[in-house]
């Protein structure tokens, strides 16, 4: 780490990536400072629905607005989402998974090892009769390992930022996201496209809200 928590050879969005202007989520290793005690699904059959937050170690969920420009993004490289399967492998909330599954996903897979993090995504499968949604109580990276390759046309890595996982993840994702399919990444720090490409990605599109940074990638 360089000082200011800045990773060595960190890159800033280049011109004609996305942005998104500052002001909003903290990277604490904690609880999301001053996360919401809901979420909201922006866009679907579910619009509108709220999400409840649970106080869990690392816990940091999406802002609206990033998931907006992120579904956007989405949109413009998978525009048949009907006919499309999605793995959000650290599931939190939920928010990016069921936002997926809203908008018409075939098949969308939720891992989340936190038991109270579990029992609230149940709740809101059950909420919302969301029949294409399964949910897996375990490791993320332990379950990325268990997928055959290119088995899921998005996958979303959201892991808690302290923790070293963002890099194995990213591995993983490059293995399992189709030919055609789009990888979504946060960090606190922009990712540099060189760790992308020893992990088979290529970056697509870029953006920031305060000290969240979102990726979009694809396989290289």
Same mark, same amino acid.
């Given at each position: 780490?360089? !000082?200011?928590?800045?990773?060595?050879?960190?890159?800033?969005?280049?011109?004609?990536?996305?942005?998104?202007?500052?002001?909003?989520?903290?990277?604490?290793?904690?609880?999301?400072?001053?996360?919401?005690?809901?979420?909201?699904?922006?866009?679907?059959?579910?619009?509108?629905?709220?999400?409840?937050?649970?106080?869990?170690?690392?816990?940091? !969920?999406?802002?609206?607005?990033?998931?907006?420009?992120?579904?956007?993004?989405?949109?413009?490289?998978?525009?048949?989402?009907?006919?499309?399967?999605?793995?959000?492998?650290?599931?939190?909330?939920?928010?990016?998974?069921?936002?997926?599954?809203?908008?018409?996903?075939?098949?969308?897979?939720?891992?989340?090892?936190?038991?109270?993090?579990?029992?609230?995504?149940?709740?809101?499968?059950?909420?919302?009769?969301?029949?294409?949604?399964?949910?897996?109580?375990?490791?993320?990276?332990?379950?990325?390992?268990?997928?055959?390759?290119?088995?899921?046309?998005?996958?979303?890595?959201?892991?808690?930022?302290?923790?070293?996982?963002?890099?194995?993840?990213?591995?993983?994702?490059?293995?399992?996201?189709?030919?055609?399919?789009?990888?979504?990444?946060?960090?606190?720090?922009?990712?540099?496209?060189?760790?992308?490409?020893?992990?088979?990605?290529?970056?697509?599109?870029?953006?920031?809200?305060?000290?969240?940074?979102?990726?979009?990638?694809?396989?290289?």
């Amino acid at each position: 780490m360089e !000082p200011g928590g800045r990773r060595r050879g960190a890159r800033s969005p280049q011109p004609g990536e996305a942005s998104v202007s500052k002001g909003g989520a903290s990277t604490s290793p904690g609880r999301f400072a001053g996360a919401p005690a809901q979420v909201r699904i922006i866009g679907g059959q579910w619009k509108r629905t709220p999400l409840p937050v649970t106080h869990a170690p690392g816990l940091r !969920p999406s802002p609206d607005r990033v998931r907006v420009t992120v579904f956007n993004w989405v949109a413009h490289f998978l525009p048949d989402l009907g006919s499309c399967s999605g793995l959000d492998l650290f599931a939190g909330t939920g928010a990016l998974g069921f936002e997926l599954a809203s908008r018409g996903a075939a098949r969308v897979t939720l891992v989340e090892r936190n038991p109270a993090l579990v029992a609230a995504l149940q709740r809101t499968k059950q909420k919302l009769s969301a029949d294409g949604v399964t949910i897996i109580a375990g490791d993320a990276l332990a379950c990325a390992r268990s997928i055959p390759d290119r088995s899921f046309d998005i996958v979303f890595l959201d892991p808690p930022f302290g923790d070293d996982l963002l890099q194995p993840a990213l591995h993983a994702a490059g293995r399992i996201v189709t030919s055609g399919g789009v990888v979504y990444a946060e960090s606190g720090a922009p990712l540099d496209p060189t760790e992308a490409a020893s992990c088979g990605l290529r970056i697509v599109r870029a953006g920031q809200a305060g000290q969240v940074h979102f990726h979009l990638l694809q396989r290289a």
